[in-house]
């Protein structure tokens, strides 16, 4: 069985900066890993996913991730955000040898200031 | 390619009334998995099936909740004698054959409100 922290539940940022988004899971075996983001009153939409290959992952809408396996952490960053970029971010996991039984961590509210 | 397609967006129950909510996958996409939403607590499985059958339930309340994917027709989540606890965003999800990593394609939602 897996499961997903996301240490923060709300991080406020001014538009423009920087920001990340933390997220650790922990598996006994070895996982894909996803970023969802949620807007008001809809549904997710996936940002990125690391399946293999490079540890650095590029989204959508300006957003990457990296794989760290030795931290067992996929932190969601952005180098300028933007008031659109307002919403709850999921962190998911799901067993690669299994199917595509997906667990979600709790969300992140990001709130980007103007 | 229409998306996941769900409804109603909004329902709303008396408690000990049925709810069902419906959900059609995307064109192709044979497997459709059920999600719950509670307020401040991210989204909890709840089954996963594929045509005619129930691949994984273990996120199913024991009692009062079923669903089913039917061979026509789309997958339907069904809640009987509600209480004001189901009150939730319950989403539905799909994804082509079983090809784990595979993305899984969200609906816009059901919001079930418990009066």
């Known amino acids: 069985a897996q499961s997903v922290t996301q240490l923060d539940s709300q991080v406020p940022v001014f538009e423009e900066a920087p920001v990340e988004l933390r997220c650790n899971y922990s598996?006994?075996?070895?996982?894909?890993l996803f970023w969802y983001v949620q807007y008001p009153n809809q549904g997710l939409q996936l940002l990125l996913k690391?399946?293999?290959?490079?540890?650095l992952v590029k989204g959508i809408n300006g957003f990457e991730a990296e794989f760290n396996k030795s931290q067992t952490s996929f932190h969601l960053r952005k180098p300028s955000v933007h008031i659109s970029d307002t919403a709850e971010y999921f962190c998911?996991?799901?067993?690669?040898?299994?199917?595509?039984?997906?667990?979600f961590g709790i969300g992140t509210k990001l709130q980007v200031i103007p | 390619n229409a998306g996941v397609m769900q409804n109603p967006r909004h329902l709303v129950r008396r408690r000990g009334q049925e709810a069902r909510l419906r959900c059609s996958p995307m064109?192709?996409?044979?497997?459709v998995y059920w999600y719950r939403q509670l307020p401040e607590e991210g989204l909890k499985f709840m089954v996963y099936l594929q045509k005619e059958n129930i691949i994984d339930e273990s996120g199913m309340p024991k009692e009062r909740f079923s669903a089913e994917f039917p061979k026509e027709g789309p997958s339907i989540l069904r809640i009987q004698q509600v209480v004001r606890g189901d009150s939730a965003a319950y989403f539905c999800?799909?994804?082509?054959?079983?090809?784990?990593?595979?993305?899984?394609?969200f609906g816009e939602g059901s919001w079930l409100t418990v009066v």
């Open positions: 064109k192709g996409h044979s497997h």
């Open positions: 690391y399946l293999s290959g490079s540890t």
């Open positions: 598996s006994s075996v070895s996982v894909y």
């Open positions: 998911a996991v799901s067993d690669r040898g299994g199917y595509q039984k997906v667990t």
């Open positions: 999800a799909s994804s082509p054959p079983n090809v784990a990593g595979n993305t899984i394609y």
